[in-house]
């Protein structure tokens, strides 16, 4: 079965403390990673998607890597405005659209 | 810009009840799904669409049907609402795009649902 896995739960960071959020998953023949961020009481907004291992993406301060296990959102120098829950998500093949999603990373940004 | 738009935000049923959630979608989108959002529990796909008229179950349908006479439009339906369905819904689409396509999915804001 198809498993992804986000960590930590929670992260509590300083305003400027950078750090990394951690999305580990079980596909086999990954047909696309997604990162989303989602603000409290609102729906997920499309933040990057990763295709391929050793892939980049970037957003103002976000950084979004991907490898054969693993995916990593790389926050740096982080603002209160960028506290929120990050989910991330797998296309395993076969599965046209579907994904399969974490619980997410709760990130909350102190000024 | 994309737009999924979830007909209500809030909404507060009795036990029992036949509830209707609607979503609409202004892109043209071949897929459409609905997932239902609990703490701790992350995101659960309840059914999803490919095309008009067509549905699929996802990992949690008991309890739960839909209904997509337009493309435009995914209508989930509690056909007897109870206190364990409360929970927040999220409704998406997307494009079918190629196997190696791009598929975003796009959600809609969210209808909080309370079963009393």
């Known amino acids: 079965e198809d498993q992804v896995t986000q960590s930590p739960e929670a992260l509590r960071l300083q305003e400027g403390e950078s750090s990394s959020l951690n999305c580990s998953y079980t596909?086999?023949?990954?047909?696309?990673l997604f990162w989303y961020r989602q603000d409290p009481g609102k729906g997920p907004e499309f933040l990057f998607t990763?295709?391929?291992a050793g892939e980049e993406k970037e957003k103002e301060r976000l950084k979004a890597t991907l490898t054969k296990k693993e995916s990593f959102l790389h926050i740096t120098a982080p603002k209160p405005e960028d506290s929120a829950t990050y989910l991330c998500?797998?296309?395993?093949?076969?599965?046209?659209?579907?994904?399969?999603f974490g619980k997410g990373i709760t990130l909350s940004v102190r000024p | 810009d994309v737009k999924v738009t979830q007909s209500s935000r809030y909404l507060v049923k009795r036990t029992g009840e036949k509830v209707f959630l609607e979503c609409v979608q202004d892109?043209?989108?071949?897929?459409m799904f609905w997932y239902r959002q609990d703490p701790g529990l992350g995101l659960r796909l309840i059914y999803f669409s490919y095309d008009v008229k067509m549905k699929e179950k996802g990992d949690i349908p008991e309890g739960y049907s839909v209904s997509r006479e337009k493309k435009e439009r995914f209508s989930l339906i509690l056909e007897s609402a109870s206190t364990n369905q409360t929970s927040m819904y999220l409704c998406?689409?997307?494009?079918?795009?190629?196997?190696?396509?791009?598929?975003?999915?796009?959600f809609g804001a969210g209808t909080r649902l309370s079963v009393l």
């Open positions: 892109m043209d989108h071949e897929n």
């Open positions: 998500a797998v296309r395993p093949p076969g599965a046209n659209s579907k994904l399969t």
């Open positions: 596909v086999s023949g990954l047909r696309g």
């Open positions: 990763l295709y391929s």
């Open positions: 998406a689409s997307s494009t079918s795009g190629s196997p190696s396509g791009k598929n975003i999915q796009y």
